[in-house]
């Protein structure tokens, strides 16, 4: 099985809306190896899924003016989140 890590960001209609949020948690739970919330509207996921395939998830539990992005995460990377997520982020990039 190869897995790549991915990286998805989504602000749905700019406020909070915990039930849009939750459908969305819930897709990458569903569909993920296994995932890291290194933000509040953020998630790594490890897949072995496509950009496109989690694109088209994450479209099928959000309403069209939502805003997505997904993108592969690879090396080298930089921020300061919590350590929990760099131990688990480093050994999948």
Wanted: net charge negative.
């Amino acid at each position: 099985m190869t897995t790549v890590v991915l990286m998805i960001s989504y602000d749905l209609n700019r406020y909070d809306r915990p039930s849009s949020y939750q459908a969305v948690h819930e897709v990458i739970k569903k569909s993920a190896v296994s995932f890291k919330r290194p933000l509040y509207s953020q998630r790594f996921v490890e897949t072995e899924g496509s950009v496109q395939t989690w694109s088209d998830l994450v479209a099928s539990v959000v309403d069209q003016d939502d805003c997505w992005f997904v993108v592969r995460v690879t090396s080298p990377y930089q921020g300061w989140l919590p350590a929990d997520v760099w131990e688990w982020l480093a050994p999948r990039v």
